[in-house]
T-cell receptor
Framework: NAGVTQTPKFQVLKTGQSMTLQCAQD?????MYWYRQDPGMGLRLIYY???????DKGEVPNGYNVSRLNKREFSLRLESAAPSQTSVYFC?????????????FGQGTRLTVV | AQTVTQSQPEMSVQEAETVTLSCTYD???????LFWYKQPPSRQMILVIR??????QNATENRFSVNFQKAAKSFSLKISDSQLGDTAMYFC????????????FGTGTKLQVIP
């Protein structure tokens, strides 16, 4: 039972480069999320998808785009990476909003932008 | 908007002792869920315990228990008989029923268990 799988686990980018972080879940969850974790700031929501075909901005969406490819997959794209986007990124998923279960997390991606 | 505050950036506890991590939150909702997540050095986020706001009884999971004070909007985590494996970041989190499911996290408390 893989749960939530994120790739890659580590990445170094040069300023201005683009990349896509991949996330897939095998729990048949409707909701998926992207968070970034920075020291002293906890986890901040970048984007979320309440269901297949919908996406919405979270607290810190600037510089990012997302795609909910299907029910399983939710990708995060950095079009032009900036040093301020150096962070640890987590993908998460949860059951339907009405059920209010906890979020299950991937193992994170440590991204460094130089 | 909901906010979650963890006022203790770092704490330490002797092995086998008890430690309490604090969390307060702000919401206008009456029905919601609260969670404590543990993040060890491996970075994996692990659910420790959850509390449903409409339940008055404090949740307990083995050595972990909470003190949920709804009127005070307080949700502290007590770890009894601390073990070296409890060394981790601990995040308090809040979610309310709504049209979408969004979890709001506190800034975390780094707990060090000392042998």
């Amino acid at each position: 039972n893989a749960g939530v799988t994120q790739t890659p686990k580590f990445q170094v980018l040069k300023t201005g480069q683009s990349m896509t972080l991949q996330c897939a879940q095998d729990m048949n969850h409707n909701s998926m999320y992207w968070y970034r974790q920075d020291p002293g700031m906890g986890l901040r929501l970048i984007y979320y998808s309440a269901s297949e075909g919908t996406t919405d901005k979270g607290e810190v969406p600037n510089g990012y785009n997302v795609s909910r490819l299907n029910k399983r997959e939710f990708s995060l794209r950095l079009e032009s990476a900036a040093p301020s986007q150096t962070s640890v990124y987590f993908c998460a998923s949860s059951d339907t909003p009405q059920k209010n279960t906890e979020a299950f997390f991937g193992q994170g991606t440590r991204l460094t932008v130089v | 908007a909901q906010t979650v505050t963890q006022s203790q950036p770092e704490m330490s506890v002797q092995e086998a002792e008890t430690v309490t991590l604090s969390c307060t939150y702000d919401t206008s909702e009456s029905n919601y869920y609260l969670f404590w997540y543990k993040q060890p050095p491996s970075r994996q986020m692990i659910l420790v315990i959850r509390q449903e706001a409409y339940k008055q009884q404090n949740a307990t999971e083995n050595r972990f228990s909470v003190n949920f004070q709804k009127a005070a909007k307080s949700f502290s985590l007590k770890i009894s008989d601390s073990q070296l494996g409890d060394t981790a970041m601990y995040f308090c989190a809040f979610i309310h029923p709504g049209g979408y499911q969004k979890v709001t996290f506190g800034t975390g408390t780094k707990l060090q268990v000392i042998p």
